[in-house]
Each structure stands twice: as C-alpha cells, then as structure tokens.
C-alpha cells in the first residue's frame, strides 16, 4: 500500500526538478501478477497500467478497479472513471487517487 506514496513521491521529485521544458507524469497503476526477465518486468498487468496511464491528466495518479477493491478505504478516490483502454477488451472503470 506503498503505491500512493511511491507515486506522490515521483511527481515530487519531477516537480523540484524544474526542467525545462516543464514535465508532467501521469501514472497509472493496476495490481496483479507480473513476469519478470533480470530487471525487466512485462505482461498483462503492466501493459493494462500504462493504458491506465494514458488516461490520466498530467500529475495525476489513476488506479484499476482491481487496486481500488485490494486496497480499500486506506485512501481516497474519485468516482469510478468508466474508460477504454487500448488493446484490452471492454469499458474499464479506474480512479483518480485523491
């Protein structure tokens, strides 16, 4: 349940960064199993967490329906988001982490 932190963390330290031009990040997060090969990981699971991410506005955090019921009421979310995600069948439905 670290994920919230972690992400407030990145934006942060991308914020202080002051680059030129000014970046934004958009994170998406989705929970599940992944395959990992050395230092990479890859399957479902990530790819459906970069369409998360695609969704999102800049310095926003959106999260899948499946981390929202795993973790609860221990943050605060918007109401669902009913989305399309690229690749992957059907309406999904993601949150903003407020």
Excluded: C, W
Aim: proline share 4%; net charge negative.
């Amino acid at each position: 349940m670290l994920f919230r932190s972690a992400a407030q963390a990145i934006q942060a330290q991308v914020s202080a960064a002051r680059a030129e031009p000014p970046i934004d990040i958009r994170i998406g997060i989705h929970t599940g199993e992944v395959i990992r090969a050395m230092d990479d990981f890859f399957g479902t699971v990530v790819n459906k967490a970069a369409r998360i991410a695609d969704t999102a506005l800049p310095g926003e955090v959106r999260v899948s329906d499946a981390t929202q019921l795993i973790v609860g009421d221990a943050f605060a979310y918007s109401d669902p988001i009913e989305v399309d995600l690229k690749g992957i069948s059907g309406t999904q439905s993601v949150y903003v982490l407020t």
